[in-house]
């Protein structure tokens, strides 16, 4: 099989394990005082916190829920592999950490291709006992499912790393799901940077990272998190809550893309139309 970003095949050993999981899980979210998504964390963990103590998170009745892609590039991966142990925190699987993983179980040339073209780097600096805590943490990933169903008072949101694949959402599909599909979740960029501008439906709101962006952004209602932390040193969370707000980003205000709006043609012609129909209107009269 040929090694790139993106491609599963059907008698790869990782994909049989991807199918084994459990695709799927849904949570309850009207038991938290608060739920924050937060885009790509790639080993940044002191951002994590310093974002978390603005908030005043609250370590026994919030909830943070990551969009994936925990690990590489940052420098602080203990850590945020850590974060697997904590009841506060939920995440679905990214691709940075689907190939972590691949590379600890499979090894060989999956671990060359972390290790070499993604930013998995890291892992060959440590010391041998810190391989062995990173490598048990990394084996948790098995148990960490592709979708994540957040269901609130008054919302429905639909968690996944990169995008969810079809245009209507229902989780008797999921299981369904094949290598396209899991393939999309992991890695597919092209909505974001398309004119689709597509409401999903099925769910209120939909999640996403993968793509480092300057700022958030809404299209349609597919929000997309990932601000470059590594990089930018800026993480975003999306706040919900169980009231009938709307949820919005924090620290910067999403942009919701001017695309969605009819254009100045659109509104030209409308114009016109108006205008038209006023003279037929005042002859007749």
């Known amino acids: 099989m ?8 059907k008698e790869d050993k990782l994909f049989k394990s991807l199918k084994d999981r459990s695709l799927l899980q849904q949570l309850d979210c009207t038991q ?12 940044c963990y002191s951002e994590l916190r310093k974002l978390l103590n603005e908030i005043n998170f609250d370590y026994k009745n919030d909830l943070l829920v990551s969009v994936g892609d925990i690990i590489d590039r940052g420098t602080e991966n203990i850590a945020c592999l850590k974060l697997l142990n904590k009841p506060w925190f939920k995440m679905v699987l990214g691709n940075h950490d689907e190939a972590a993983y691949a590379a600890v179980t499979l090894g060989g040339s999956k671990h060359l291709f972390w290790q070499q073209k993604i930013g998995g780097s890291w ?67 092209s909505r974001v940077f398309s004119e689709d501008y597509t409401v999903i439906k099925g769910a209120d709101y939909f999640v996403h990272g993968h793509t480092p962006l300057q700022s958030p952004v809404l299209k349609g209602n597919r929000f997309y998190l990932d601000t470059g932390v590594f990089n930018t040193h800026n993480l975003t969370l999306l706040k919900v809550d169980n009231t009938k707000n709307k949820p919005y980003t924090y ?35």
């Open 2 to 9: 040929k090694e790139k970003e993106g491609v599963l095949s």
């Open 32 to 43: 938290y005082r608060q739920v924050y998504i937060v885009g790509d964390i790639h080993g």
């Open 123 to 189: 892992f060959e600096r440590l010391s041998k006992n810190k391989q062995k805590q990173a490598v048990k943490l990394i084996e948790r990933f098995a148990d960490i499912p592709l979708v994540l169903e957040l269901n609130f008072a008054h919302y429905k949101i639909i968690v996944c790393h990169a995008d969810y694949p079809l245009n209507y959402y229902n989780p008797k599909d999921i299981k369904r799901f094949g290598t396209k599909s899991i393939d999309k979740i992991l890695f597919n960029r």
């Open 251 to 285: 620290p910067m205000p999403y942009i919701i893309d001017k695309s969605r709006f009819p254009s100045m043609f659109v509104w030209g012609m409308l114009f016109v139309l108006i205008l038209v129909v006023g003279v037929f209107l005042f002859d007749v009269l």
